[in-house]
């Protein structure tokens, strides 16, 4: 069995930062690609940052130059910092992981509860 906790997010006002942290726990052989997504009210779940294991990133255009997802494999765990927060950006902010449990097996894909971050005056 695969969890995956996050935590860091909170109430901050407009302009200021929080990070966010998710750790994948369990049966984990290799986690390939790991990422972050929102889900405002009214709104369908987006994609806010993706790192793939080597690495590579991809930003949903609002946060480029404001977010930063970062990854420590030797931890299975995934950041996301998020600086110059706006309004906009208040939602539930859910980690996402492509995991493989055993060598030979596929890749399954898990979510974490979400974590909420607001930002407001």
């Known amino acids: 069995q695969v969890q995956l906790v996050e935590s860091g997010g909170g109430l901050v006002q407009p302009g200021g930062s929080l990070r966010l942290s998710c750790a994948a726990s369990?049966?984990?052989?290799?986690?390939?690609?790991m990422g972050w997504y929102r889900q405002a009210p009214g709104k369908q779940r987006e994609l806010v940052a993706l790192?793939?294991?080597?690495?590579?990133?991809n930003y949903e255009d609002s946060v480029k130059g404001r977010f930063t997802i970062s990854r420590d494999n030797a931890k299975n765990t995934v950041y996301l910092q998020m600086n110059s927060l706006k309004p906009e950006d208040t939602a539930p902010y859910y980690c996402n992981a492509a995991i493989r449990a055993h060598w030979g097996l596929p890749a399954y894909n898990y979510w974490g509860q979400g974590t909420q971050v607001t930002v407001s005056s």
């Open positions: 369990g049966s984990i052989f290799t986690i390939d690609v």
């Open positions: 790192i793939t294991n080597n690495g590579g990133t």
